[in-house]
C-alpha cells in the first residue's frame, strides 16, 4: 500500500514548471530587496541586528556587502529557473536565504519561513531533470516521470500552514472583528480601497473569509468538483492580500502552487504540450525508501508539533510573544509598546539611573521591534552589557516596558527589578521576567 501511495511514477510537469515559477520569484525576492531599499533599511543602516538568539555571528557583510550577497541569490535564483547546476544553485540559494533569514528578526514575517522550508523541499527534488540546461548538456538526466511523493511533500506542506493559520484565528480578537479593524486602519489612505476597507461588513467579510479560506483551501483545491471555484477564491484571495499588504513574492508563490492540485493531463496540457506524458504508472520502490521514511516522518513530526509547543509555555503567546515565531500565526495581532532601559553601575553602590537613549544603537524598525518584543529587548540588554564590558564597567540592565496587543490597555510587560543583563535565555520554557497576566474581560483591557 506505502510503495503505490509513495512511490507510483506520475508525470513530472507539474514540478517542472513549479521549479521555473519559483525560480523566477526567488530571483525576483532578491533582487527586490536590493531595489526596494530594503537591504538599506533592514541590514546597511542599523549597526547590528537582532539574530536568532545563538546565532551571534551572524551579522551583516559590512559596506555594500549584503548588496553583492542578495545580487548572487538572485543570480542563484535566475539558474534554478532556467535548470543550470540545479542542485548546486538551489542548495546555494537556501543556504544564503538561511544566513539571511537567522541573521534578522525585525523584519520577520512567516512567509520567510515558508520560503526557508520550500527551499530544503526543493532541494531534494528531481525539479531538474525535464526543461532544463543541465538536460541539455547531459540527455541521460532527462526524465518525464517522477515518485508520487514529490507532490505529497509539497501538499501536505501547505496543508499543515494553512490549517494552523485557520485555527490560530479562533480567539476572540479575531472573532469580534478587532483584528480585521485594526489592520484595515493602517490602509484608510490606499487609493479606491482604503475608504471600502473601513466598513463594518468588510470587517466581517475579511474575519470569516480568512478563517474558512485557510481551513479549507487545501481540501478544496484536492476535490475536482470545487478545484476551479477554489482556484478562482485563491486569485482573489492572494491578488487582495498582495494589494493591500504588500507581503512581495508570496502571494504568487501561493498561485503557483496550484499547479500540484490540477490534473496532471491539464497541466501537461496547459504548460507542455511538447513534453511525453507519463502515463505508465509504474511503481518503483527506490533504494532511499528507508532513510525517505524516516526523514519524512521527523519532518512532519517538527512541522506539527512545533507550532503547537506555545501550549507548553505558561501565559498567553499573544502577550509572552514565547511559541509565536514558527508557528503560523499569522497578522493576528498588532502590537505596540513603550520601553526605557537603563543602566547601574554594580560596583558603584551610590550609582544613579543612566538612561539610555535607544535612538543612538537602533533604527527605526529596530525601535518598534525592541519595544515590543521580549528576545529582543534581552538582547539589546545582553549587548549595553558588552559595551560597558569593554570600558572595564560591570552594569546591571533594567528595563520598564508597557506593551498593548490589540488596541488594548498598555501593561507592564517585563519585571523592572530584574537585570535582563544577567539571566539566561531560556529557549525551551518560559522565561519568568516576562510578566503573565490571568485572563481578565474586555472591558478592563480596554485604554
Same mark, same amino acid.
Given at each position: 500500500m506505502i510503495n503505490r501511495w509513495l512511490f507510483t511514477q506520475i508525470d513530472n510537469s507539474a514540478l517542472i514548471i513549479f521549479r521555473v515559477f519559483f525560480g523566477f520569484l526567488i530571483a525576483a525576492e532578491a533582487f527586490g530587496a536590493i531595489f526596494t531599499g530594503w537591504i538599506k533599511r533592514t541590514l546597511i543602516e542599523p549597526e547590528f541586528t537582532f539574530n536568532f538568539i545563538g546565532l551571534d555571528f551572524l551579522q551583516p557583510l559590512p559596506g555594500n556587502g549584503m548588496y553583492f550577497y542578495f545580487a548572487v541569490m538572485g543570480v542563484f535564483g535566475l539558474l534554478v529557473m532556467i535548470g543550470y547546476k540545479y542542485r548546486w544553485s538551489i542548495i546555494a540559494y537556501t543556504i544564503m536565504w538561511a544566513g539571511v533569514y537567522f541573521m534578522q528578526k525585525s523584519s520577520y514575517n512567516n512567509h520567510y519561513y515558508l520560503l526557508f522550508l520550500l527551499l530544503i523541499m526543493m532541494s531534494v527534488l528531481p525539479a531538474g531533470n525535464y526543461f532544463s540546461i543541465d538536460v541539455k548538456r547531459k540527455p541521460s538526466l532527462k526524465k518525464i516521470a517522477m515518485p508520487r511523493w514529490c507532490v505529497l511533500l509539497i501538499i501536505a506542506q501547505l496543508w499543515i500552514v494553512y490549517t494552523y493559520a485557520s485555527v490560530a484565528k479562533l480567539y476572540p480578537d479575531w472573532l469580534d472583528y478587532t483584528v480585521a479593524k485594526n489592520l484595515m486602519l493602517g490602509k484608510i489612505n490606499y487609493p479606491i480601497v482604503g475608504q471600502l476597507l473601513q466598513h463594518h461588513w468588510s470587517h466581517i467579510s475579511i474575519t470569516y473569509f480568512g478563517i474558512l479560506f485557510d481551513l479549507l483551501i487545501v481540501p478544496l483545491l484536492l476535490w475536482r468538483k470545487t478545484r476551479f471555484t477554489a482556484f478562482c477564491m485563491s486569485i482573489f484571495f492572494h491578488l487582495f492580500n498582495s494589494i493591500v499588504f504588500q507581503i512581495g513574492i508570496f502571494p504568487y508563490m501561493s498561485l503557483a502552487f496550484t499547479v500540484f492540485f490540477f490534473s496532471r493531463e491539464r497541466m501537461h496540457q496547459v504548460f507542455m504540450k511538447k513534453k511525453e506524458f507519463y502515463s505508465d504508472n509504474e511503481i518503483i520502490v527506490p533504494s532511499y525508501k528507508k532513510p525517505l521514511l524516516i526523514l519524512a516522518s521527523i519532518w512532519f513530526v517538527i512541522q506539527i508539533a512545533l507550532p503547537l509547543r506555545h501550549w507548553v509555555i505558561p501565559g498567553d503567546v499573544l502577550w509572552t510573544e514565547e511559541g509565536h515565531r514558527m508557528s503560523w500565526r499569522m497578522m493576528l495581532r498588532g502590537r505596540s509598546g513603550m520601553t526605557n532601559f537603563y543602566i547601574l553601575d554594580k560596583n558603584d553602590?551610590?550609582?544613579?539611573?543612566?538612561?539610555?537613549?535607544?535612538?543612538? /544603537?537602533?533604527?527605526?524598525?529596530?525601535?518598534?521591534? @525592541?519595544? &515590543?518584543?521580549?528576545?529582543?529587548?534581552?538582547?539589546?540588554?545582553?549587548?549595553?552589557?558588552?559595551?560597558? #564590558? &569593554?570600558? =572595564?564597567?560591570?552594569?546591571?540592565? /533594567? @528595563?520598564?516596558?508597557?506593551?498593548?496587543?490589540? =488596541?488594548?490597555?498598555?501593561? #507592564?510587560?517585563? #519585571?523592572?527589578?530584574? #537585570?535582563?543583563?544577567?539571566?539566561?535565555?531560556?529557549?525551551?520554557? &518560559?522565561?519568568?521576567?516576562?510578566?503573565? /497576566?490571568p485572563e481578565v474581560n474586555d472591558s478592563e483591557q480596554k485604554e
Open positions: 553602590p551610590n550609582a544613579k539611573k543612566k538612561y539610555v537613549n535607544k535612538n543612538d /544603537y537602533l533604527s527605526k524598525k529596530q525601535l518598534r521591534t @525592541v519595544s &515590543t518584543k521580549p528576545d529582543a529587548m534581552w538582547q539589546f540588554a545582553q549587548r549595553l552589557k558588552k559595551e560597558y #564590558d &569593554t570600558k =572595564g564597567k560591570d552594569v546591571a540592565v /533594567y @528595563v520598564k516596558s508597557k506593551v498593548s496587543v490589540n =488596541g488594548k490597555k498598555h501593561r #507592564d510587560f517585563i #519585571d523592572p527589578k530584574v #537585570d535582563l543583563a544577567s539571566v539566561p535565555w531560556n529557549y525551551f520554557a &518560559t522565561n519568568p521576567w516576562i510578566i503573565k /497576566y
